[in-house]
């Protein structure tokens, strides 16, 4: 994770206090910094396993942002979570690397588990 302090969440601030960037509950289905445009089907991919971690609450989102190697700095200079994760996932041309968010997802620790699983369950039946 560049950028980032080792031990350091994604909510928190270097020194270690009150979080410089606040992680909103929830996520708009619009563009950030006032564009007012709808996002394309390739952001809302990349947006979609963030907003179920926002729905759980800020400290699984820090998690999963973190995980995701996008840090408090990536957020600032972004100006927004949102805006930080669409531009952590932005390919130099522009487009959304959809296949990116996808294996951070299936790294996350509770669905490697769950895959696990069922691949134990088909090869018992």
Known sequence: MHGQEPGR?????????????????????????????????????????????????DEALARYLVHCGIDADDIGRAGDP?????????????????????HDLARWPSIVARLKELKRQRRAH
């Open 82 to 102: 949102q805006a930080a994760i669409l531009e952590h996932y932005r390919r130099p041309d522009g487009s959304y690397d959809v296949d990116a968010a996808a």
């Open 9 to 57: 969440r994604a909510s928190q601030n270097a020194s270690g206090g009150a979080p410089r960037c606040q992680i909103p509950g929830h996520m708009n289905r619009r563009k950030p910094k006032n564009d007012s445009t709808k996002l394309t089907a390739d952001e809302e991919l990349d947006l979609w396993p963030f907003q179920g971690f926002a729905e759980e609450g």
